[in-house]
T-cell receptor
Framework: AQTVTQSQPEMSVQEAETVTLSCTYD???????LFWYKQPPSRQMILVIR??????QNATENRFSVNFQKAAKSFSLKISDSQLGDAAMYFC???????????FGKGITLSVRP | DAGVTQSPTHLIKTRGQQVTLRCSPK?????VSWYQQALGQGPQFIFQ???????QRGNFPDRFSGHQFPNYSSELNVNALLLGDSALYLC??????????????FGSGTQLSVL
């Protein structure tokens, strides 16, 4: 069974600093996607970044980037120049099939100190 | 362009009652998935609807059922409510034949409290 593990329940970062959120997953598939979602207090899940497993290059979206280690099944999210609006819960997610369900980790609560 | 809309935003029910939650997908999307998110946990997949049929189902009892209408909107029904059904219920829409992985767009959810 596919699993997604986020072992850090909470993290804190100083405004303008960089923070890395960890995620590991387990799969027997060779071609897949990985996602990071942000859930602010409004509760709406917002897609932050997506990584295609067959691509060697790590995905980047403005201040957000990933460190994807396929052999280690590790998918961490780096947030640079942290802003107060980055405070939220962050979920790592893995889809089982191209158009099927997402399996989410338990999430990490990120707080940003001014 | 409206995103995914869910109603109601909050709901309070008592044990044993039945509840219906509603979802309108993002314009252009034809697939609706439902997730249950307990407090402090990640969302858990309930089921997915495409072409008015249930295509995938997670590990949820038959008390959880759904429906998709010709306009792609969807309902989630829960019968014989239990205290443990208290959670945030998220609806997500997508385009079934979309390439590039599963790009879900989520609504803001319905917070269900069972007393």
């Amino acid at each position: 069974a596919q699993t997604v593990t986020q072992s850090q329940p909470e993290m804190s970062v100083q405004e303008a600093e960089t923070v890395t959120l960890s995620c590991t997953y387990d799969t027997s598939e060779s071609d897949y996607y990985l996602f990071w979602y942000k859930q602010p207090p409004s509760r709406q899940m917002i897609l932050v970044i997506r990584q295609e497993a067959y691509k060697q290059q790590n995905a980047t979206e403005n201040r957000f980037s990933v460190n994807f280690q396929k052999a280690a099944k590790s998918f961490s999210l780096k947030i640079s120049d942290s802003q107060l609006g980055d405070a939220a819960m962050y979920f790592c997610a893995y889809p089982t099939g191209a158009n099927s369900k997402l399996t989410f980790g338990k999430g990490i609560t990120l707080s940003v100190r001014p | 362009d409206a995103g995914v809309t869910q109603s109601p935003t909050h709901l309070i029910k008592t044990r044993g009652q039945q509840v219906t939650l509603r979802c309108s997908p993002k314009s252009g999307h034809d697939t609706v998935s439902w997730y249950q998110q307990a407090l402090g946990q990640g969302p858990q997949f309930i089921f997915q609807y495409y072409e008015e049929e249930e295509r995938q189902r997670g590990n949820f009892p038959d008390r959880f059922s759904g429906h998709q209408f010709p306009n792609y909107s969807s309902e989630l029904n829960v019968n014989a409510l239990l205290l443990g059904d208290s959670a945030l219920y998220l609806c997500a829409s997508s385009f079934f034949s979309g390439t590039g992985g599963l790009k879900l767009f989520f609504g803001s959810g319905t917070q269900l409290s069972v007393l």
